[in-house]
């Protein structure tokens, strides 16, 4: 635990660091919305459902001040979609827990399971688990950002819209 209690670097805008967290917090939340029905016993399935609704008001919360910041921010939009893409948008490789991009190198986390071993044993359920959770992180940053980010490919859209100049043609 104490190796763990850095946290990980901040984003490169204040709301490209409120965007991670919304990752973060919805996959925590899948995670153990997931866990707790596969769970018998109903007390352990009860504190996983209070545990992943506890997860989800977080993600509200920061996507609330996601969407504030860019509001006041808005030259901060492209951070948020590059932190979305790399986080869930590609889908040739899994979902990435924010946590474990920065952490999962730890030689104190290499003996322990973590988010991403949930996340894979999920995947082995049914990939519908993990697209769900796609299309969740999708409809946050939807929200977040009132984009039509539905797939990568309308987030690479949205970028090449914001960071390509009118008429499209490539910066030199």
Do not use: W
Request: aromatic share 6%; proline share 7%.
């Amino acid at each position: 635990m104490k190796a763990t209690r850095q946290p990980y670097p901040p984003g490169i805008t204040p709301a490209a660091t409120l965007a991670t967290n919304v990752i973060s917090e919805l996959t925590v939340c899948h995670a153990y919305h997931h866990t707790a029905a596969q769970i018998k016993e109903p007390v352990l399935g009860l504190i996983l459902q209070n545990a992943s609704r506890d997860e989800a008001r977080h993600a509200k919360a920061f996507n609330y001040y996601a969407q504030r910041r860019l509001a006041k921010h808005p030259s901060e939009l492209e951070s948020v979609l590059e932190t979305l893409y790399v986080y869930a948008a590609d889908e040739q490789h899994p979902l990435k827990h924010p946590v474990s991009v920065f952490k999962g190198d730890l030689p104190e986390l290499q003996s322990h399971e973590t988010i991403d071993d949930g996340l894979a044993y999920f995947a082995q359920i049914s990939d519908e688990h993990v697209e769900k959770l796609r299309r969740q992180i999708f409809m946050a940053f939807s929200h977040l950002t009132g984009l039509k980010l539905l797939t990568p490919l309308d987030v690479r859209r949205e970028l090449k819209r914001i960071i390509l100049p009118q008429g499209g043609a490539q910066p030199s």
